[in-house]
């Protein structure tokens, strides 16, 4: 079933509504909802042609070129929403998402789905696409929630330190603080897939025409492998920040930009 361009225009009509409820509550949010739209509209459509090309060409080289762009592009987004400094986090950024998404991803497509070629562009983009987005979102409160506790309570750190711990078990309180806080939402949401919400990805397969039975182990892997992702990228992502975010003495350096 396909989305004829009367049907996208009507489609966009929706936003509409929260334009009027913005306006007539006087939310100054007219104008940034308008720019973002017309981005959505604008970036949506380029990549379509994009992946035309990728999926026509399907050179595993440009499939692994396309991936180092987007995950570069999600490092640097990910530096600029934490308020980090780019020169020491961008590197263990870059690095713990590449790992995460690539691992994941080849186990998915390999293991799982048993692909000969897990670098065919129609299953190797989608896949990395949807596990950056999520593992950028997961990241970005765990590092944040990470790095402001640990500027807000480094004399509990200094403490630990002080009493015989080593810095990984100095740590360890504001690492399970960052991955409880950024963990739960996805936990919750799983909870109640299937019950109070249906998947993206299962909608889509099901209007596309699939099996309903098929689109629910699809649905079901893209949740395992998005909820192993963010988690495995968190932790290369750490591993390697240390050795730029603390001296040779175990302080914490100036990560976090000045508000």
């Known amino acids: ?54 999926f026509s060409y399907n050179s595993w080289l440009i499939n692994v070129l396309w991936f180092v762009l987007m995950v570069l592009v999600a490092s640097v987004t990910a530096v600029n929403r934490t308020r980090m400094r780019m020169r020491l986090m961008l590197m263990p950024i870059a690095v713990g998402l590449g790992v995460g998404a690539f691992v994941v991803c080849m186990y998915a497509l390999f293991v799982v789905l048993r692909l000969y070629n897990p670098f065919d562009a129609r299953y190797f983009i989608p896949v990395v696409g949807i596990l950056l987005g999520n593992m950028l979102g997961v990241n970005v409160l765990s590092l944040s929630t990470y790095y402001h506790g640990l500027q807000r309570e480094r004399q509990l750190y200094f403490y630990l330190l002080g009493n015989g711990a080593t810095r990984l078990e100095a740590l360890t309180p504001f690492i399970r603080q960052a991955i409880e806080k950024s963990f739960m939402p996805c936990i919750a949401n799983m909870a109640v897939m299937g019950l109070v919400s249906f998947p993206g990805t299962m909608i889509g397969q099901i209007l596309g025409g699939s099996a309903p039975d098929t689109a629910v182990r699809y649905q079901i892997l893209i949740s395992c492998i998005t ?18 975010s603390f001296d040779k003495h175990g302080r914490l350096l100036d990560v976090l930009k000045a508000d």
């Open 227 to 244: 909820f192993c992702a963010p988690m495995l990228s968190l932790m290369v992502t750490l591993y390697m920040a240390h050795r730029f």
């Open 1 to 54: 079933m396909n989305i004829s361009i009367i049907g996208m225009l009507l489609t966009l009509l929706l936003v509409l509504v929260p334009l009027y409820f913005f306006h007539y509550f006087k939310v100054p949010l007219i104008r940034s909802t308008i720019i973002s739209t017309v981005r959505m509209v604008v970036q949506m459509s380029l990549i379509g042609l994009y992946l035309e090309f990728l």
